[in-house]
């Protein structure tokens, strides 16, 4: 008689193969998004032309996985290579070099390109909400369908395991040989040592990226006292984030601009007359009625007053809610950021003139910033901050560095734990 034990057995194999290949392709991808949005979000989207070109489908465009990889861990390397596609690319962009990541492994690329892959076409904005809220780039999330699968893979391989048992008692009875009662699955030590690792495996892998998110807070969106579109002032009217955070140059805080700062340009502004504006929900909001809010702060009444009768010292402070927040150990410097290291707001606030509602664009987790001061170039060339750095700069002009890689934060030491834990 044929025996299904064997059967049975590979059937729960794979089974627990099955799940811990849902669970690593599951990590690989959150890997690849977390490596797109570290190393390639600032200056990239997935299927839209921002600083750089739209990323989607960008292994046919090159003549090789290989040359691609190339291109990204060095592009000033590549393009001494003659590569036609590289050199147009470098001309299309104005010769605007790319960010050398030297770091990045193949593994990383491929799981950076895995996850471009993975991400869908942008739909159609909703038309209840006026066009309003974009669709927003997801990768597919297959987590669900992982999961029934599994589940049916393990009642397979139960249902197996029954039939091979009742056959060999009815082969057992038909030989004449005294039947031995088998032992019931949930009673089985080998099942229930198999499914305890299981659990222990699953609940680990979820315990742990638990613990990793506390505390953070990406995609934090508050409801704010006064609706105030970064769009419509650091976008459509293009006013310099300095103007309003006049500390990001001078001091570690870029501070929350006061009332004064605002009617600067609303003593005069009293109606909004632009684009209609739609909150998260798809709702329609009011802008004059949030410039009157604003009024009401300032303690000022332009049916009543004019500029030159305000007294602005009845005015209160707007109590918006804190979006970006680091823990009290964390040390960070606006100023040292901005203005010596020449980074730009988007880099870690995200495409901040295109947002209506602000949300949190990166976690601002530890790693986060590591691989930033781990990949970053700092600008040195006419920057006063890093005279002090004469070795550097001796080296540079030597030839003994690398100029194309040139002098990451690291390398001035700006992964020491001192430097942000004091």
Known sequence: MISFRRLAKTYLTGTVLFLSFSFGTALNAQDGKALFQTNCASCHAVHKKV??????????????????????????????????????????????AMTVFPSLTDADIDAIL????????????????????????????NTLLFGILTLVLAVVALI???????????????????????VPFWKNKSYIALLTVVLFIVGGYLTSVGAMNLGRSKNYQPLQPIYYS?????????INCQYCHIGVYQGKQATIPSVNICMNCHLAIKEYTGAPLHNEEGEEVNGTAQIQELYKYAGYDPSKQTPESWDASKAKPIEWARIHNLPDHVYFNHSQHVKAGKVQCQTCHGEIQKMDEVKQFADLSM????????????????NGFYSIYEKYHQDLKNGKMDSTKGVTVHDIGGTECQKCHY
Do not use: M
Not at 71 to 78: C, E, S, V
Not at 162 to 173: I, T
């Open 230 to 238: 970064h769009k419509v002032h650091a976008g459509i009217n293009q």
């Open 51 to 96: 600083t750089g070109p739209a990323l989607a489908g960008v292994e046919s465009r090159w003549s090789s996985k290989e040359n691609l990889h190339a291109w990204i861990k060095n592009n000033q390397a590549f393009l001494k290579t003659g590569d036609k596609y590289a050199n147009d690319l470098f001309l299309e962009y104005n010769k605007s």
């Open 160 to 182: 197996l395991l029954q039939v091979n048992a009742n056959l060999k008692k009815l082969a057992d009875q038909h030989a004449g040989e005294p039947g031995v009662e088998p």
């Open 367 to 382: 790693g986060w910033c590591v691989n930033c001061h781990r990949e970053t170039k700092v600008q040195f060339k006419d």
């Open 114 to 141: 895995a996850y471009i892959k993975s991400v869908p076409e942008p739909s159609a904005a909703n038309p209840a909400a006026g066009g309003a809220a974009a669709a927003k780039d997801e990768s597919s999330d």
